[in-house]
Every structure is written in C-alpha cells, then in structure tokens.
C-alpha cells in the first residue's frame, strides 16, 4: 500500500513537471493549465490551484459558456475554494458554474453546494 502512494506521488510529480515544461512551450494551451490544477488540488495545494485556474480563466474570459473545459474550470475554483474553506467563494463560484447549465454535471460540485446551502439553512434551495 505504502508502495503505491510513492508511486502515485512520484508520477504526479512527474506528470507537473512535464505540464510545466508544456506550459513554457506553449502558453495559451487552457487544458494543461486545467491538469496541473487538478494535480495541485490532489496534492492539498488548493491555493496554487485556484492561482493556476484563475490565470486559465483569465487568459480566455469567454471561456465559460461555451466550453466544457471552461464548466470544469469553474466547478474546480469551486472545489480549490472549498478546500481553502472559503465557504462563501466556493458557494460563488459553483452558483456561476451552475448558472451556465453544463451538460454533464460535476457531482463533486453538487454535494458541496447542497452541504453549503443546507449548512446556510437553505433547504428549500439545496432540494433543488
């Protein structure tokens, strides 16, 4: 077991470096900037994930309703802020990111927005 978890580390590791060379290659590739957020965030690093994102966002701001890597990027601010424990950002982010009506829904997205409006007493919006 103890194997595998170095294993794991090892090849995220591994797999951010190469993003990183990428990203210094070619800049304006969003689906990158995407991977080694989610990389960040599995390494408890939400705080350079949500710097990553933004800058994605940032470089392509029609991203959103357009685009599903634009949904994803929004719901994975949503989740970089939750694991910060900016609650009310992370409520922000995934109203914007339900606003935009996905296609395929991000459940992760679902469950804590359903847990922050219950936990505001919002029952009547989180049955929704």
Same mark, same amino acid.
């Given at each position: ?38 990389? !960040? ?18 470089? !392509?701001?029609? !991203? ?9 990027? =929004? ?7 939750f694991q910060m ?21 991000? !459940?992760?997205?679902?469950?804590? =927005? ?7 007493g919002k029952v009547?919006?989180?049955? =929704?």
């Amino acid at each position: 077991m103890a194997a595998e978890v170095l294993v794991e580390f090892w090849l995220m590791n591994l797999v951010e470096s190469l993003l990183q060379e990428h990203l210094k290659r070619f800049p304006a590739n969003l689906k990158y900037f995407f991977i080694q957020a989610k990389i !960040l965030l599995r390494k408890k690093d939400p705080a350079s994930a949500l710097s990553t994102l933004d800058e994605a966002k940032r470089r !392509l701001p029609t !991203l959103g309703r357009t685009s599903p890597l634009g949904f994803k990027i =929004q719901s994975h601010i949503g989740h970089a802020c939750f694991q910060m424990g900016d609650i009310e950002e992370a409520s922000e982010a995934y109203d914007e990111y339900f606003a935009w009506g996905p296609e395929e829904v991000d !459940l992760v997205a679902c469950k804590r =927005q359903y847990d922050i409006l219950m936990r505001e007493g919002k029952v009547g919006e989180a049955e =929704q």
